[in-house]
DNA sequence: ATCAAATAGGACTGATTGGGTCCTCTTTGA
DNA sequence: TCAAAGAGGACCCAATCAGTCCTATTTGAT
């Protein structure tokens, strides 16, 4: 069905919960226990996907006590299709065109082998173009000058 | 890493040997059998993609003996979008999208609901835009007037 | 009329993948 | 010195999918 893993459907949640929450880039740390009950999505899920984008440098971690996690970048400045590399790993609908050679035993008779390059170009450039202000709409970005937010707050009618 | 599912690969590599060997709308038929020694692909995998592809509308079966199926469509006319739908279901990058109502149980947190829209929309619109045309390459739309590729006749290099 | 070839449809099984959890170590503010 | 929190890795269970097989139906050929 053509679906990405949950994983990075949470990555998305999570990362426009910090933008929400004013955790951007020089902000406020945000805990993971605290992320996961805002969100929803179990502790250690929630920490798990954090650790993930922390080491794709999406998010930047704050160790000990107070610790947390912040935005390494503004929602606009991420493009969805580099959550799903960081998530997911390289965008390519087939296995064929990272694996090089012997990757396919049917290569010999392979008819289409090297022509899946325009359509993973495809979907990565329609990945490239959205960013994550777009899929956490306005209200998730918090901008200077604004009242934090807190969890409690009301979420803003859609 | 948003990879379609071994099926559809088979589903292309089929179709464009369908379109290879002739049987075009109004062709010849060919055989499941035949397709698989033709591909490389085992023999009962073919025929149940054949069968997929059947039901979709996308090859016609012409049962009995000396049966066998054929394209209902040139291969430029059949957009992979349709394929990927026929092998894989829906073209839907998350659950929650057709899922309704209740599907999500984080649903009253979730900050994105309804937001993915637009970009199953442009995974859509760039699967749409590629036909298995691109996909098998020049050669293998057969033409009429042109010799009818045998099974053992030599791929051409490309 | 009978047989063989081939599709149609469905059921079943094994393996791969990924989601989710837990444990330990390190860091750091109180 | 302690507690809170991230970093990193290992592990287990479940879901999904690929692949196979069986049976019924159709239809041309003998």
């Known amino acids: 069905m053509l679906r990405l893993s949950k994983l990075t459907d949470y990555a998305v949640v999570i990362m426009a919960r910090l933008a929400r929450e004013g955790a951007g880039p020089d902000g406020r740390v945000q805990t993971a226990p605290g992320l996961a009950a805002a969100t929803g999505i179990a502790e250690p899920t929630v920490a ?7 080491q ?13 996690y912040r935005l390494t970048r503004l929602l606009p400045a991420v493009p969805l299709a580099e959550v799903i590399a960081a998530v997911d790993g390289p965008i390519a609908l087939t296995a064929c065109v990272d694996g090089g050679a012997g990757a396919c035993e049917a290569e010999a008779f392979c008819a289409v082998r090297g022509r899946w390059d325009p359509v993973n170009d495809a979907i990565r450039a329609a990945l490239s173009s959205i960013t994550l202000a777009d899929l956490a709409g306005p209200g998730c970005c918090a901008r200077p000058g604004l009242a934090p937010a807190t969890a409690s707050a009301a979420i803003p009618a859609e």
């Open 56 to 68: 794709a440098g999406l998010v930047e971690g704050v160790r000990g006590a107070r610790g947390g």
């Open 48 to 54: 798990k996907v954090l650790k993930i984008l922390g």
